[in-house]
């Protein structure tokens, strides 16, 4: 059956006369003339049957119906210009794959490893975006996404990766301006999201901290990091983000760590990874081989999902 979809020429011509409120100014982007666009949207108001801009004299008014239809025009012209791009830049025998995932999870431990799976599987390409949170993965154009564990992928396939499990860590000079300073008499650095960490921290070390609450408040754990790379204090962080600076001596962690697991990352597919194509399998197997090595330099105890596959 054929679709009901305009011309991609009116729709284009359509919301560049919307976002600029003028069709002089949408004929200079598009290097048409102004009766052009006039004639592209008046085949487009008729194939729709909806009248989408106002007109009074010389000006143009979009309407509310117009201003709804020039947002989603917008959105489909944008995907539809990256799925192009990408497919454009992708090698004739290779493959992609679109994943979805934390950021600092990507920067600090997924991005440092995509190296080995490209040693592996070198006509793959991993596109990485940010998602902070959980999102219905059908339909969202994302392969696979990289996750805390949530109730919210109920219906997905997930599999775990790696436990979150915190460690005070701070620059080597704060121990040193502050002479023999307990944890208590040093300056706390906070992640919003996680306001009680602190909290949780002293009642399951037995610590002492008189108010665990007290010191600055950053949004994400990258910025806890550099934060306590630059001496502010020192910061509750997965070691897995810090095994790096730990291992150079630029950060350091006298304290033990937390003992719950505070959250849990997952790799979340659409559906069972045996029936995935074949360049997401390569990434699933690769990626919790990878988890596996990780989590096992930190728990002897820990036991792999691949054999679940």
């Known amino acids: 059956m054929r679709r009901k979809i305009p011309s991609s020429s009116a729709l284009m011509a359509f919301e560049a006369a919307a976002r600029h409120g003028n069709f002089a100014r ?3 982007e598009l290097a048409l003339t102004e ?7 008046a085949r487009l108001e008729a194939f729709l049957g909806v009248i989408l801009f106002e007109r009074i004299g010389n000006r143009v008014r979009l309407l509310p119906n117009g ?6 025009v917008r959105e489909t012209l944008d995907r539809l210009e990256r799925d192009s791009q990408v497919l454009m ?3 004739r025998d290779g493959a ?3 994943i979805a995932t934390i950021p600092t999870f990507a920067t600090r431990w997924l991005i440092p490893r995509l190296g080995r799976f490209g040693e592996l599987h070198p006509n793959v390409t991993v596109h990485l975006a940010e998602r902070m949170e959980p999102f219905v993965l059908a339909g969202s154009g994302f392969d696979a996404a990289i996750h805390f564990d949530h109730p919210a992928w109920t219906g997905m396939r997930t599999h775990h990766l790696l436990n979150e499990v915190l460690l005070p860590v701070c620059h080597p000079t704060l121990l040193g301006r502050n002479g023999a300073a307990t944890l208590d008499d040093l300056p706390r650095l906070h992640r919003r999201q996680n306001p009680d960490a602190w909290q949780r921290y002293a009642r399951e070390t037995g610590i002492t901290l008189t ?4 010191g600055a408040r950053y949004d994400l754990h990258i910025m806890l990091i550099e934060a306590a790379l630059a001496g502010l204090g020192v910061a509750l962080i997965p070691r897995l983000y810090v095994e790096t600076e730990l291992a150079e001596g630029r950060l350091i962690a006298p304290w033990p760590n937390g003992d719950s697991i505070s959250k849990t990352f997952c790799l979340v597919l659409p559906e069972p990874v045996r029936l995935s194509p074949g360049p997401l399998l390569a990434f699933t197997e690769w990626l919790l081989s990878e988890a ?3 989590e096992h330099a930190s728990d002897p105890h820990y036991t792999s999902t691949i054999s679940e596959l």
């Not at 108010?211 to 007290?214: D, G, H, M, S, V």
């Open 292 to 294: 596996q090595t990780t």
């Open 211 to 214: 108010n665990p609450a007290i």
């Open 96 to 98: 992609s794959l679109d």
């Open 35 to 41: 009766g052009a666009i006039s004639r592209q949207i």
């Open 89 to 91: 830049g992708q090698p």
């Open 67 to 72: 201003e709804r239809y020039a947002a989603q």
């Open 26 to 28: 949408a004929a200079d």
